[in-house]
């Protein structure tokens, strides 16, 4: 199972709203990502955890809020989101070995947010 | 960070093979060259990785010259299907998070 699932698929929230986005994965990864991805415009990282704990945040607003709660799931939390925060928001997980390595990132079908 | 540099477009036919050329001029020893490809509103999707010379899988080759600051991605008798944007990164062991570059928009006509 090379999956990474994302839910919702798709999302519109207002500015005053307060919503969650999830990711899973069963492949035994123990590092997990989210990245930001505008219209016509590559991905942008937005937080990595390692072993589940935040080990790079790319300055990001406040108003995102990212959780592990365990080695499978991650969670991206949304309050106060502006319009300009519409975009496509995709996880993806990857191994995690040890150093002298890179690792193949799998990456989730991403869940299209709209803030109203 | 390397910043890689690859065109931004190119047109192709089905049946014929298409090149991408990505330069990475500040390429640093334990880094390695990494495509993906992406289709519309879906995740980016891993195709090939190689260090130097030439690495095939099922998919695609790799070519990468001894001094590293190039490489070409060569895509076999593409199809429609292989209408994509194709990422070309450079990926530094010591830090696992891909920075993706503007991509190359790949469009197959019949």
């Known amino acids: 199972d090379t999956e990474v699932t994302q839910t919702p698929k798709h999302l519109v929230m207002g500015m005053t709203n307060k919503k969650s986005l999830k990711c899973e994965q069963h492949?035994?990864?123990?590092?997990m990502y989210w990245y930001k991805q505008k219209a016509k415009k590559p991905p942008e990282l937005m937080f990595v955890?390692?072993?589940?704990?935040?080990?790079i945040n790319e300055s990001v607003p406040s108003r995102f809020s990212p959780e592990c709660p365990n080695s499978s799931l991650l969670n991206l939390h949304l309050h106060a989101l502006q319009p300009e925060d519409s975009a496509l928001y995709l996880c993806?997980?990857?191994?995690?070995?040890?150093?002298?390595?890179?690792?193949?990132?799998?990456f989730g079908p991403g869940t299209r947010l709209t803030v109203l | 960070l390397a910043k890689t540099t690859q065109p931004i477009s190119m047109d192709s036919y089905e049946g014929q093979e298409v090149n991408i050329t990505c330069s990475h001029n500040?390429?640093?020893?334990?880094?390695?060259i990494t495509w993906y490809q992406q289709f519309p509103s879906q995740g980016p999707r891993f195709i090939i990785q190689?260090?130097?010379t030439k690495v095939t899988n099922e998919v695609a080759s790799l070519f990468i010259p001894a001094d590293r600051k190039s490489s070409t991605l060569s895509l076999p008798r593409v199809s429609l299907s292989d209408t994509a944007v194709y990422y070309c990164?450079?990926?530094?062991?010591?830090?696992?998070?891909?920075?993706f570059g503007s991509g190359t928009r790949l469009q197959v006509q019949p």
């Open positions: 993806a997980s990857s191994q995690e070995r040890s150093g002298g390595s890179t690792d193949t990132q799998y």
């Open positions: 492949m035994g990864h123990r590092a």
């Open positions: 955890y390692s072993y589940e704990k935040l080990s």
């Open positions: 500040n390429i640093a020893t334990n880094d390695y």
């Open positions: 190689g260090y130097k």
């Open positions: 990164l450079v990926v530094n062991t010591g830090r696992r998070a891909l920075t």
